[in-house]
């Protein structure tokens, strides 16, 4: 039977939403004080959810232990305490948590030890977050 | 069509493991859930049934009848006890989250499918806030 086991981690990380495609004023205007030179910090929590057939033998969509490794290793290690401008996933673009989401998604899906990837939520805050489901990629 | 969604907590123990297996290969693949005299969790169970709300009373389902389901089908057989020993479907497969959640769909499908106002389109099951499983009846 098809199940979807899904796990939350948290990330501290810092960002400033700002294009140079658009001129300063521009910048202030669309982005308003996430536009402020220095940047600023969130506690993002990311929900990966892996959906795929209970294996018989575990009980399993995807073992707990292995999820995490790979979870730590491609985006925990990655980004958490670090200044999301300076990654190169966001050399060409803003890093929104729209294109973070994306972005988490597309470096987990091939790298789930078992299952697929059904979908990745990040909250940036915990009055907002964003869904980027396998569907919609 | 709405998707109206009740949440109940149980508090259960278990132990993850495999009569199959050699006890080394169940606390390689189990870990710490391996521990034979088990373990426990404050479980959450989220139950989503999906239906038109009706002209009259402006109800997908009556709140306290999906309430009530819940508790006879799942909270009464599973809160402080424990899964392994105490519920009859974890007897021959491990309680795992999504395991669980599987189990809880079946024990409420046919009542809510019998009562033919909605039907049951998600179980979830929290076993801690960081760690949730969902089961949606699909084979």
Request: charged share 25%; net charge negative.
């Amino acid at each position: 039977m098809k199940a979807y086991f899904c796990r939350r981690y948290m990330l501290s990380a810092s960002h400033r939403l700002h294009t140079d495609a658009m001129t300063a004023e521009e910048n202030r205007t669309a982005y308003g004080k996430c536009n402020h030179p220095h940047g600023h910090g969130h506690n993002y929590f990311i929900e990966v959810a892996a959906a795929g057939q209970v294996d018989s033998e575990t009980g399993m969509v995807v073992n707990l232990a292995d999820l995490d490794m790979a979870v730590r290793k491609i985006v925990l290690d990655r980004f958490d305490h670090a200044n999301l401008n300076l990654d190169s996933l966001f050399a060409t673009q803003v890093p929104t948590t729209e294109n973070l989401c994306r972005a988490v998604f597309g470096l987990l899906q091939p790298a789930l030890p078992a299952g697929e990837l059904e979908w990745v939520r990040i909250e940036e805050t915990e009055n907002n977050f964003f869904d980027c489901s396998r569907t919609e990629v | 069509m709405i998707q109206l969604t009740r949440r109940a907590t149980f508090s259960s123990s278990h132990y993850y493991w495999n009569e199959a297996w050699t006890a080394e290969k169940n606390e390689q693949v189990f870990g710490r859930c391996a521990n034979r005299n088990g373990h426990g969790h404050n479980y959450t169970l989220e139950v989503t049934v999906s239906g038109e709300p009706d002209p009259v009373t402006g109800f997908v389902v009556d709140l306290k009848w999906l309430k009530d389901v819940m508790e006879r089908e799942v909270l009464s057989a599973y809160d402080h006890r424990h899964l392994n020993i105490e519920v009859p479907e974890f007897a021959k497969i491990v309680p795992t989250t999504e395991n669980i959640a599987i189990a809880a769909w079946n024990r409420m499908e046919p009542r809510i499918a019998q009562a033919g106002r909605a039907r049951l389109s998600r179980v979830r099951v929290y076993e801690t806030p960081e760690i949730f499983a969902e089961y949606r009846g699909e084979a």
